[in-house]
């Protein structure tokens, strides 16, 4: 049974940072491209970042490029977001997501597995 389970989420002011993390199990984590969505109260579920299986290419979303940073730790089975200069518009559930592509998407409809989420709230 495929498991991604999200964590680091939390309350913190604007400017400051978080970093979550998502540990895959049941799964062959190496070749899937793992990606971070998040989902604002009344709003649709949103790309934040992706990453390739190898770790070479990234993917932003504009509103974070430049202040989010996603990694992957492939020995770990495990993925990671840091999140800096952090504003109440990041506020939203986070959720981490895997593909079995090899290309890098952006859509939730490319991903096959998903995390619970964890909240990040950012207070002004």
């Known amino acids: 049974q495929v498991q991604l389970v999200e964590s680091g989420g939390g309350l913190v002011q604007a400017g400051g940072s978080l970093r979550l993390s998502c540990a895959a199990s049941?799964?062959?984590?190496?070749?899937?491209?793992m990606g971070w969505f998040r989902q604002a109260p009344g709003k649709e579920r949103e790309f934040v970042a992706a990453?390739?299986?190898?770790?070479?290419?990234?993917y932003y979303a504009d509103s974070v490029q430049g202040r989010f940073t996603i990694s992957r730790d492939n020995a770990k089975n495990t993925v990671y977001v840091q999140m800096n200069s952090l504003n109440p518009g990041d506020t939203a559930v986070y959720y981490c997501?895997?593909?079995?592509?090899?290309?890098?998407?952006?859509?939730?409809?490319?991903?096959?597995?998903w995390g619970q989420g964890t909240q990040v709230t950012v207070s002004s």
């Open positions: 997501a895997a593909s079995n592509t090899i290309e890098v998407f952006t859509t939730t409809s490319r991903y096959d597995y």
């Open positions: 049941g799964l062959s984590f190496s070749p899937y491209v």
């Open positions: 990453i390739s299986w190898s770790g070479d290419r990234t």
